[in-house]
């Protein structure tokens, strides 16, 4: 469904992306994961077309994605930070991206707007929301339309667990449906039910890209966490990075 | 495109900076008239105060706005959207809404107290200073790389166009004396939009008559119709050309 070809994207002196080729099917759960700065989020917003790289090429089912912006219309996407004009209304939002998309309304997916009860802030200002609502409601926004694509840009991050557990059954729900959805996150134990493929990225390159299935049998780990932590040392990567997250989790304390 | 402008437009004209724009424009013009015995001699201060402070409030109010809905346009270019629609649209709103500020606050009172052509000449070069920075504000953030420098930069450009420039045709005249400089100075007034205002304005006005022969001949060209298309079309260019530069850098940013 999502075909990258050789692509390269420079800001300055950074190289953020460095001759990226992958490709993503149908019925994937793609985790990106990778330190702070490895390049998954411009890699995310390379594929939705708001970072333009400077060589190389995407396609979405099969269209250049440079060609125009119809492919957009399969894709929900959910940013890292949400922010909305102050002064606008939660219902506001919705209808506006409806009229946008032009999409019947009994077409719409409108599952996480009442498990997360979001119809009881319809008519409250976008600025009145905490940190964490907000992140509701841009998740709402990217299954609102029932696409083919979710990109998902660290969409566990501020929200409380029981809500977090939301979001997780409705990617699994989707997931069902043979869907392609890609996922950032640095909470490892998050992905651990939910993904099908890990893509590993560090300093703008892709390190690897392997089966979920195929990583376990390989290392003869079960948890996502581990079994990365075995490739990264067994490697020649820096492995640095994954030692301290499971540092972290090793203190004893539940989370 | 309406389906965008028209959420962007009802954000601000809920937000407090617009509303008291809005009521600062009109306590002053009401308080003008109030004062000055002559209708004449309010439009004089009127002419000053609109000339220095529409472009600075357009400038700095458009340079905010683009800074704080900048996630917001990063969420509308994930959906099957133009780019050059999203700014057209983002345009549209601010537009219209500082301009509605600006009929309410000194189109109300002059239409009341001095319904003649110089009144509607100061509306007309409002209207058309409100839009020229407007638009020149917005190729001033898409520029710019961050909120710090793009609001710095669009105070460089206020200044320039408000202070320095003044100061510039002023050395020219004095360093030029000797020789014949009307059709320069003409010229020189077009590329400076409130320069163009003021003198489209100030000879509508019986002051005109102290200007001395300079005065006669600007009053023989812009009190024509010729002049009255010229300082139109000069205007027009003076919104579309920085706006259509925004757009083009626009297409092409990474956001």
Known sequence: MIRIENINKRFRKLQVLDN???????GQVVSLIGPNGSGKTTLIKSILGMVRPDSGKIYVDEQLITSDHSYRKKIGYMPQIGRYPDNMKVGQLFTMLQNIRNIAEEKLDKTLIEKFELKKIFEKPMRTLSGGTRQKVSAAVAFLFDPAILILDEPTAGLDPLSSEILKEKILVEKKKNKLILITSHILSDLDELTTHIMYMQ???????????????ETGELRLGKAIARIMRGEQFNSEWIDKMLEIKNDGKIY | MMKLSKYVLYDILRSKIIIAYTLFLFVVSISMFQMEENSSKAMLSLLNIVLIVLPLVSLIFTTIHYYNSYEFIELMSSQPMSRTRILMSEFAGVSISLLSAFFLGVGIPVLLFSPDATGFALLFTGMSLTLVFTSIAFFASVVARDKARGIGFALLLWFYFALIYDGLVLLILFSFSDYPLEKLTLLLSALNPIDLGRIFIMLKMDISALMGYTGALYKDFFGSGTGIIF????MLLWILIPLWL?????RKKDL
């Open chain 2, 246 to 250: 925004a757009v083009r850098k626009f």
């Open chain 1, 203 to 217: 300093e703008g390159k892709v390190q690897f890209f392997k089966d979920m299935e195929a990583l376990q049998e």
């Open chain 1, 20 to 26: 990226i080729t992958a490709s993503f099917a149908k």
């Open chain 2, 231 to 234: 300082t139109a079309g000069i």
